[in-house]
């Protein structure tokens, strides 16, 4: 079955302008999440979202939102990107939401803020 | 706060050498889970492990979650050039006393082996 697809795979943005990223989640699949990795923080949770609601949310600013939609896809945004917003930005998704649960990363959004 | 620590950040060995990573924290973890991330690709699930002292293989690769439930290591007997990678440990986070699919990562331990 196809796995975790995220569009757009690389992105230039300038500072100030905000982003859109997307995300299809495994079919099937009801839980989708959002991870920032960058060389310096590593792996960091942004926000976990299930049936349309955010669930739990990470130390981001409020500038990082995201969305669920009914067919599971999630959207997340940033806005008024700065520097240090450059990062590869990561879906995952898993059936349910809970402990012991399997997630599937995407290969993620590489962002470029410039 | 939950925090995973990963030793050694780097690594870089010869093909058919022996290696260790530790993955350690102050916490106790439900479960710990072990990715691998290569260039331009997201984390892959290896392997979960969920009880004390549990040992869980994986070809050549060995999990051990300790008895106390708070470190993990990953063992790997002659490592091979395709072992090259991005380790990554990782437990659910506890929020309010409910797990959610949070997860905390370790910083990972970027292994280079050379043919």
């Known amino acids: 079955k196809a796995g975790v697809t995220q569009t757009p795979r690389y992105l230039i943005k300038t500072r100030g302008q905000q982003v859109t990223l997307s995300c299809s989640p495994i079919?099937?699949?009801?839980?989708v999440s959002w991870y920032q990795q960058t060389p310096g923080q590593g792996l960091q949770f942004l926000f976990e979202?299930?049936?349309?609601?955010?669930?739990n949310k990470g130390n981001f600013p409020g500038r990082f939102s995201g969305r669920q939609f009914s067919n599971s896809r999630s959207e997340m945004n940033v806005s008024t990107l700065e520097l240090g917003d450059s990062a590869l930005y990561l879906c995952a998704s898993s059936l349910y939401i809970g402990a012991g649960n399997t997630i599937y990363f995407g290969e993620g959004s590489w962002l470029t803020v410039v | 706060t939950q925090l995973l620590e990963q030793s050694p950040q780097f690594l870089s060995i010869q093909e058919g050498e022996n290696l260790t990573v530790y993955c350690n924290s102050s916490?106790?973890?439900?479960?710990l889970q072990w990715y691998r991330q290569e260039p331009g690709e997201g984390p892959v699930l290896l392997v979960t492990?969920?009880?004390?002292?549990e040992v869980k293989k994986l070809k050549r690769l060995t999990f051990q979650f300790g008895d106390a439930r708070k470190d993990s290591s990953l063992h790997i007997t002659a490592a091979q050039p395709g072992d090259t990678g991005l380790y990554l440990c990782a437990g659910p986070s506890n929020a309010g006393g409910t797990s959610y699919g949070k997860l905390t990562f370790g910083q990972g331990t970027i292994l280079t082996v050379h043919p």
């Open positions: 492990v969920v009880t004390g002292g």
């Open positions: 079919s099937g699949h009801r839980s």
């Open positions: 916490s106790v973890f439900s479960s």
């Open positions: 979202y299930f049936s349309e609601t955010q669930r």
